[in-house]
Structure formats: C-alpha cells, structure tokens
Nanobody, 122 residues
Framework: QLQLVESGGDLVQPGGSLRLSCVAS????????MAWFHQAPGNERARVAC????????IYAASVKGRFTISRDNAKNTTYLQLNDLQIGDTGVYYC???????????????WGQGTQVTVSS
C-alpha cells in the first residue's frame, strides 16, 4: 500500500502563496490518481483537486479553480499543490490521497497522508 507524506504547510497572509508536496513510497505513483483534500476547522474533508494517473486530466473544486494547481512528477514519486491568492477560508489541514485508476473521494481512497496545516491570517 502506498504511504504518503505531505509537507509545505505554513502560516501565510491573505493573498500569499504556498506549495504543498506529497511524497509517496511503497508503490508506483503512476498507477494512482492523486488528490488533495481540505479540512477546515469544524468541517468535513472536501476534495479540492485531483489529477489523473497520466497527468492528462485535472479536476478542481469551484472554490479553488483558478487559484490552485495540482501537478505530479512520477519520476520523483511526488504530487504537488500550488496555492495562490490564499484566502482566510483556505485555512485548514490539507491531505494528500491516492486511489488506483480513478480520483479519490472521501469514501473511496487507497491511501491518506497525515496532513499538513495551512493557516491564512493577517
């Protein structure tokens, strides 16, 4: 089973940017669709972005479209999430997740990382 470790979370001012990374081990990343989920304080996890196995397709939640970009480097076993124009509502824990063949959902995922905290505050 794939093991996932996220990093890159930080405290940032509104309008700022961050890049999150998710390093996979224990398997071949190219076999998995990868996604990032966001869990705001007091809320359930929600998917914000997904990228297909061959990097041909990406899906974004409406709230982040145009501000966040998901990408992957299979040779480095790493998935990224670029967060631009960060807003207060983007605060929370960001989780990396993987699923064989198709985009992970909250109820269907093969692996989850431990999460990385993003705090947007002035």
């Amino acid at each position: 089973q794939l093991q996932l470790v996220e990093s890159g979370g930080d405290l940032v001012q509104p309008g700022g940017s961050l890049r999150l990374s998710c390093v996979a081990s224990g398997g071949t990343l190219e076999n998995y669709a990868m996604a990032w989920f966001h869990q705001a304080p007091g809320n359930e996890r929600a998917r914000v972005a997904c990228i297909g196995r061959d990097d041909s397709a990406t899906i974004y939640a409406a709230s982040v479209k145009g501000r966040f970009t998901i990408s992957r480097d299979n040779a480095k076993n790493t998935t990224y999430l670029q967060l631009n124009d960060l807003q207060i509502g983007d605060t929370g824990v960001y989780y990396c997740t993987a699923r064989i063949r198709s985009c992970p959902t909250t109820t269907a995922a093969d692996s989850w990382g431990q999460g990385t905290q993003v705090t947007v505050s002035s």
